[in-house]
């Protein structure tokens, strides 16, 4: 019987002996030709191709992957798209090669048969869950009343989630099962969850018109409730954990510097507010409203910055910021994009499936923007009428997208803080954490 070592290192020849075949069938361009056409930002080194050409190592997936869209198309002067045939087979092989010299470095002398169907099944779950598949995992949520509320603590360990049935619950990440009882004290449904950006606290918003602070550690209340103008829709940390903003029929921000004695501070913008708001690094609050345009607001001043963003025929109904604050998206029946200090439109608008956007993010990384999106009116449960649509920044060049894997409404989302989970929520009881298909990056070999 081989061993993982004999396997890996065969492996690895054959696959390089591809790729030098997959060189000569499309123009045999030199090294230094090859790494000329890797695509604008993203790095291939002659000396990294030849190492991967020769199966002297095996790069990073990303490295990996430029490489072959470059050798694939190289003889029609263009780069092989994402969606290319061919891509899917070199996705697995690199997969195969990395479980394999996982292997090598594993203390086990050889792969027994049990280990064999082992390696085999995680090959498969890997490779769905890189194409963004949906695989149910756990947890589930289905005797909680729906997921009407998710947000990933600032190091994703823990998963919170808020529920029809009055609750919030905490889940482990890794292990994917509840982290402890649920939190109790809220009357109405938890429609708002969100973690401080150090971690330490929780704060939940509810339809009983209440906001309320948690200490994450003791999972206990930490001050009384803060009231509401109505039903509290979302929550929003500042970036230096000293504020909350609070939207309910109004926005207001409440000073948490002792959070065990919050303070009422501004009131803002008590008109037609149809999305959750997003924060910008320098202090500019964005809001969407019903008549199809985002207003941007000096928040400490409480004053309206520069003229709207109108563009839309519909109400705004999802907002998405950059990390780095200097690209906005609007949803509503399409997805536009906006130049945050200039308020111009960058891009013509993307389209999504369906009749409205419901949720939409950037990852944390800035490298993909995901939008969900549904009709108006909901259809039979075996046909989910809610869909995934994901671009690359780099480009807005759109990803493969996954199926949803809910029956009805998708009522929350978040991504981790790494950017490689996205979890989503809905009124079928179900919480999923799937992994997205993603675009391919300028990492660097890694031998």
């Not at 050409?53 to 780069?79: C, E, W």
């Not at 280990?115 to 769905?128: F, G, P, R, T, Y």
């Not at 099962?177 to 449904?189: I, K, N, P, V, Y």
């Not at 928040?299 to 963003?309: G, H, K, V």
Request: proline share 6%.
């Amino acid at each position: 019987m081989r061993t993982a070592k004999g396997d890996f290192g065969r492996e690895l020849r054959l696959a390089a002996a591809e790729l030098r075949t997959l060189r000569a069938l499309h123009g045999d361009p030199t090294l230094a030709q090859i790494a000329a056409r890797a695509p604008h930002g993203q790095h291939l080194s002659a000396s990294g191709i030849s190492a991967t050409l020769r199966g002297h190592s095996l790069p990073s997936r990303d490295y990996y992957l430029t490489l072959v869209r470059v050798l694939l198309a190289y003889d029609t002067n263009k780069i092989a798209s994402l969606q290319h045939p061919d891509l899917p087979q070199w996705r697995d092989r690199w997969q195969r090669l990395s479980l394999l010299r996982h292997a090598q470095k594993s203390s086990a002398p050889a792969l027994l048969p049990t280990e064999h169907h082992a390696a085999l099944s995680e090959q498969v779950v890997l490779a769905a869950l890189r194409r963004g598949q949906h695989v149910q995992l756990p947890p589930t949520a289905d005797d909680l009343g729906g997921v009407w509320a998710v947000a990933f603590s600032p190091d994703g360990h823990l998963l919170a989630t808020g529920h029809g049935a009055k609750t919030v619950q905490l889940w482990d990440t890794v292990e994917q099962r509840r982290a402890g009882s649920a939190l109790f004290g809220h009357t109405g449904r938890v429609t708002s969850v969100a973690f401080s950006p150090d971690g330490r606290l929780l704060a939940t918003g509810s339809e009983d018109a209440t906001a309320r602070l948690w200490d994450v550690e003791s999972r206990t209340l930490i001050a009384e409730p803060f009231t509401s103008a109505g039903f509290v829709d979302s929550l929003l940390f500042a970036p230096d954990g000293q504020s909350i903003y609070v939207q309910g029929r109004t926005i207001r921000r409440w000073d948490i510097t002792d959070p065990r004695q919050p303070r009422k501070a501004e009131k803002h913008f008590a008109s037609s507010l149809t999305s959750a708001p997003v924060l910008t690094t320098d202090g500019l609050l964005i809001t969407g409203h019903a008549e199809g345009v985002a207003h941007l607001w000096k928040a400490q001043e409480q004053t309206r910055f520069d003229a709207p963003l109108r563009g839309h025929a519909s109400e705004v109904t999802a907002l998405a910021l950059a990390p780095s604050s200097d690209v906005l998206a609007t949803g509503s029946e399409d997805v536009q994009l906006w130049d945050v200090r200039t308020r111009q439109m960058i891009h013509e608008p993307l389209e999504c499936p369906g009749d409205m956007v419901t949720e939409m993010a950037f990852s944390p990384d800035g490298r993909i923007l995901v939008a969900i999106s549904g009709d108006r009116v909901s259809g039979a449960p075996e046909e989910p009428d809610f869909h995934f649509s994901i671009w690359e920044t780099a480009t807005w060049t759109e990803l493969p997208s996954p199926q949803i894997g809910h029956s009805g409404h998708v009522t929350a989302s978040a991504f981790s803080p790494d950017s490689r989970l996205f979890a989503t929520g809905g009124m079928d009881g179900l919480l999923q954490i799937r992994t997205l298909p993603t675009a391919i990056s300028n990492e660097p070999s890694a031998t």
